[in-house]
């Protein structure tokens, strides 16, 4: 009855926000880092489908919670998660980003993991796409599917831009996100208004969500 009333998409997300918030709460400071950073970016996820009007809000916001599933993998298994503070001090000495230092510290980033996960919990194709491309660099391309992509890694560069999850030294190219905040569908003419509305509604849903999940 539940999953009539509300749809699975929905049942999902409830799910996966109730796992994560006991997840924060069983583990250190490491961890609350990438939830922070999770839910950072849904709450954006969440604000930019509404200003932009999209239709697809409860997918991009479970997205959101989904897109760094690899590094909740990486920190659940006890020899990778071992090393996930070299991960961070290689960020504070080299300012780097996550993917690049788990990369150098690892042998691999998350994006792929989360991806192979998420495909194997038989979520959306275009979930698991977003999941694994939402990092690399931007390339303009025409499609719902490259849209969703896009939406995410503005979502998530936004969050760490007000500081969600964002470690000391954590480098990427936040400043030049009005590119992509223009192919997901801003207008260029009131673009640094309306980001800045969404900066501080982004803010407000973020303290919400923490205080529902935290």
Not at 122 to 138: D, K, M, V
Not at 185 to 207: K, V, Y
Request: charged fraction near 20%; proline fraction near 3%.
């Amino acid at each position: 009855m539940a999953i009539l009333l509300v749809g699975m998409g929905q049942i999902k997300t409830i799910l996966l926000a109730s796992a994560l918030r006991r997840w924060n709460h069983n583990f250190g400071p490491v961890e609350r880092l990438v939830w922070e950073k999770s839910i950072g970016a849904a709450s954006a996820t969440h604000i930019l489908c509404l200003q932009l009007k999209k239709d697809y809000l409860d997918e991009l916001y479970l997205t959101g919670l989904l897109h760094n599933l690899g590094q909740i993998v990486l920190l659940s298994n006890k020899e990778l998660g071992g090393e996930y503070p070299g991960v961070l001090a290689r960020i504070r000495e080299c300012n780097e980003d996550y993917v690049t230092a788990e990369r150098e510290v690892i042998g691999f980033s998350h994006p792929l993991i989360g991806a192979l996960v998420a495909w194997k919990w038989g979520f959306a194709p275009s979930t698991c796409r977003a999941i694994l491309h939402y990092n690399e660099p931007f390339a303009e391309t025409p499609g719902e599917h490259d849209e969703k992509v896009g939406m995410l890694k503005l979502a998530a560069g936004m969050g760490l831009a007000l500081g969600f999850g964002r470690p000391e030294g954590y480098s990427e190219e936040i400043e030049r996100l009005d590119k992509l905040a223009v192919f997901v569908g801003f207008n260029e003419a009131t673009l640094q208004a309306d980001l800045q509305i969404a900066m501080s509604e982004i803010r407000i849903r973020f303290a919400s969500e923490v205080g529902a999940y935290g």
